[in-house]
């Protein structure tokens, strides 16, 4: 269990210190920056912030049935795969008409944000060409299936860029980005960020993502031009550098590295103090994942507050691997859902002091499910294998939360039938439990999207294999009161 | 349709309902009960068509409709664990913050109830708690709010964990008044009420000493209480808090390090 350390107490007491030579040696650019920047405090404010769960998240063990608990049972208690019904935290959608389900035990936290209405599941969601209604349409060769099904690698960009026809080199929230360039004025700043290093969700076809460090690293030690300091000497040799990198603009390779360089020197300039959350909701938290959603919100309480900032969207990716679970899944699982459960909670928790509760809305993703049937047996070897549909969970104030979302089935239901094999109803690809997806990425994507304030025009050029599906909104968030940006 | 404690789909559900958490065990499982007379089979058949009416009602946003189908499911079998649920959860969806009427009023007590009764049952169940906790938030009944999370964080029934984040909860509603009434300048006022919030914390931690969120918030509740003091020029008091402050750091600090593990690896 990981509840544990923390170095987080010592930043309660007060800001970092200012970072000098970033303050003094940009200051005419910012200013320039800040005039362009227009509004300068987000008037429209929202934010995505997508958690990639990296390896293939177990999802028949984050969501279980407990109306029909002996399907499940039956399939995964005898390995020891199974979470004991008693364990489960009992939640009651009322998509489901009565049925009840349970959350993993370790979802402690994530159960609280279901009961205030500020957590969703969709169900069975995953890579799509287009609809696949059953395991006949899915066995069908002439039917269109993604590239590459049940390969990490492939499978992750899918669901980065929603194209599960062909590769592309953008991903679908930079896209997003692109199409929304304009609700940020001028300011000179990337929506997206990622906390997770280089990723293709980010990456538009004008968008560059912004890629920082996680809250380990002070956000006014992120762009430190080293080498350089408050002496006349080095101011000096500073202005020369500064009138070197303004050289041989007309060549391009030269004008593109140095507008990457002052790009990073301005940004450094807007990173001057590493902002403190009061209270801090993530004291305590040692995980990858809690420091990475700490940086994000961070970075959004800099937005909120700083001059030069004030953008109304921002975009964030941050990661939790470790879901790769062929073996050891019982007690890797309890590890990652309580540091998932937890991060995405005191993340919530931030939002809500930040004012922005209903603004911002965190989401899952993840390379594909895991079959139902184990592989192997025993609590130190048990775990499962590749598979496909998975269910994903979306958290923030604005989400229609305490319910289910998706598509039906061949069973009849937005949740799958846990029958494997050939059987009536079954989404099964095979006999171990490959669940065929019954909701398109991109259409969970496109949910998101429009909340998010993608105009109906530009959806197809956010996501062009969306039009093959009948919904393109499955109702998981609250749209009142939300507008469209009509400088798109 | 009036929505009070008196109403007849309420005074069926409510006995009922507790016997269904209990009885429920083979519905769960997906069997029909053996033995089970054709008219109790038939009566549970129809509440099934009711809850999935109810199911479609409230995907299209139609919660008065949702309402009125979960709760003839929860008349025609009163053993089923989740129609009282899905018929407060629909009723809920009704509660609007700036309506006054009797009628909202009436809906509010008739949710809040059933969510009592389910908990009586299963005392632990934070689905039901947080529903509940949010209902009255969104209803604007602080009083009521604070009352019920006190009332949470003293039973002693309930496992540790539960009573101090309930007392947590409640020193957070408070801080967060105390930060507004601050802002307006009634710092009498926020003083008081930063105090109860650190009360509450003071409570919480005697409860789950270990709790990092605990101390966190009594962190920044103490911070709040000094700035308070400054704006006040009340020194004496002031010098007071900060004693405190630095008491409750080296309690957090204990925590902390107690608690302190190797780093866990769980990157991809």
Redesign the interface.
């Known amino acids: 269990m990981?509840?544990?350390?923390?170095r987080d107490?010592l930043s309660?007491g007060g800001c970092a210190a200012l970072g000098l030579f970033a303050r003094s040696a940009t200051a005419s650019r910012l200013s320039l920056m800040t005039a362009l920047a227009e509004p300068l405090a987000p008037t429209d404010y929202r934010a995505l912030v997508a958690v990639f769960l990296?390896?293939g998240n177990d999802s028949n063990n984050m969501v279980v049935p407990?109306?029909?608990?002996?399907?499940y049972s039956a399939a995964r208690a005898a390995a020891g795969l199974a979470i004991p019904?008693a364990q489960l935290?009992?939640?009651?959608p009322?998509?489901?008409?009565?049925?009840?389900f349970g959350l993993h035990p370790e979802l402690?936290e994530l159960?609280?944000?279901?009961?205030?209405?500020k957590a969703a599941v969709v169900c069975n969601a995953g890579t799509l060409v287009e609809p696949l209604a059953s395991r006949a349409d899915y066995l069908n060769a002439a039917r269109k299936k993604p590239y590459q099904l049940f390969s990490h690698s492939d499978q992750q960009g899918i669901w980065q860029t929603s194209r599960a026809d062909t590769r592309v080199q953008t991903g679908w929230g930079g896209r997003i980005a692109d199409a929304l360039a304009c609700v940020n004025g001028g300011v000179a700043f990337p929506m997206p960020v990622s906390v997770a290093g280089i990723n293709l969700f980010a990456q538009g076809v004008s968008t560059r993502p912004l890629a920082v460090p996680d809250s380990g690293t002070a956000l006014n030690n992120v762009f430190v031009l080293s080498g350089f300091n408050s002496s006349a000497e080095s101011i000096a040799r500073r202005a020369s550098f500064d009138a070197i990198r303004g050289q041989d603009a007309s060549l391009p390779l030269v004008k593109s590295s140095s507008d990457v360089m002052q790009q990073a020197i301005d940004i450094g300039a807007l990173f001057a103090s590493d902002p403190v959350l009061?209270?801090?909701?993530f004291?305590?938290l040692?995980?990858?994942?809690a420091r990475q959603l700490k940086q994000a919100a961070k970075l959004i309480r800099l937005n909120r507050d700083s001059a030069g900032l004030g953008l109304n969207r921002q975009i964030f990716f941050v990661?939790?691997?470790?879901?790769?679970t062929h073996q050891n899944q019982i007690g890797d699982q309890v590890?990652?859902y309580d540091?998932l459960s937890q991060a995405l909670n005191a993340f919530t928790l931030t939002m809500g002091d930040l004012g922005y509760g209903d603004r911002v809305t965190a989401f899952t993703l993840s390379d594909f499910g895991r079959t139902l049937q184990p592989s192997g047996s025993g609590a130190s070897t048990v775990g499962s294998d590749h598979a496909w549909g998975s269910h994903q969970l979306v958290v923030g104030g604005a989400v229609n939360g305490?319910?289910f979302y998706g598509v039906n089935g061949p069973n009849g239901s937005i949740f799958p039938s846990l029958a494997m094999g050939n059987v009536a109803g079954t989404s099964d690809t095979d006999t171990r439990g490959r669940w065929i997806p019954n909701v398109a990425v991109d259409q969970y994507a496109a949910t998101l999207a429009k909340w998010f304030g993608v105009s109906t025009a530009n959806m197809a050029t956010v996501f062009p294999n969306l039009h093959r599906f009948a919904s393109q909104d499955l109702?998981f968030m609250n749209l009142a009161g939300i507008t469209t940006p009509g400088c798109q | 349709m009036t929505e009070t404690g008196g109403h007849p789909v309420l005074q069926l559900a409510r006995p009922l309902l507790l016997v269904a958490l209990f009885a429920s065990a083979r519905l769960l499982a997906g069997s029909p009960p053996d033995g089970v007379p054709p008219a109790l089979e038939n009566s549970a058949r129809q509440a099934r068509e009711e809850a999935e009416a109810g199911s479609r009602a409230f995907a299209a946003g139609d919660f008065l409709a949702a309402a009125e189908s979960f709760g003839r499911a929860v008349a025609l079998d009163p053993s089923h664990p989740a129609y009282g649920v899905l018929r407060a959860r629909a009723l809920g969806e009704l509660i609007d913050r700036d309506d006054l009427s009797p009628t909202n009023a009436a809906r509010l007590r008739t949710v809040v109830s059933i969510y009592e009764e389910l908990l009586s049952g299963d005392p632990a169940n934070e689905e039901y708690a947080q529903a509940v906790a949010s209902l009255l938030a969104k209803a604007g009944d602080a009083a009521g709010l604070d009352a019920w999370l006190l009332g949470r964080g003293r039973n002693r029934v309930l496992p540790a964990e539960i009573r101090s984040s309930a007392l947590r909860a409640s020193a957070e509603t408070a801080l967060g008044k105390a930060a507004r009434e601050n802002e307006d300048g009634r710092r009498g006022a926020a003083a008081a009420l930063a105090a109860r919030a650190r009360q509450r914390l003071d409570e919480a931690l005697t409860i789950s000493p270990d709790s990092l969120a605990c101390h966190a918030l009594r962190l920044h509740g103490l911070e709040l209480e000094i700035a308070i003091a400054r704006e006040r020029g009340d020194a004496p008091r002031r010098a007071e808090l900060e004693a405190l402050l630095a008491r409750a750091r080296r309690a957090a600090d204990t925590v902390v390090n107690a608690l302190r593990t190797p780093e866990k690896t769980d990157e991809y």
């Open positions: 990981s509840k544990l350390s923390r107490l309660l990296a390896g407990v109306t029909g608990y002996s399907a019904q935290l009992s939640i009651t009322p998509a489901m008409a009565g049925s009840v402690a159960h609280g944000l279901w009961g205030q209405g009061s209270p801090d909701r004291t305590g040692s995980t990858s994942i990661q939790q691997g470790g879901y790769d590890a990652l540091a305490g319910n109702g």
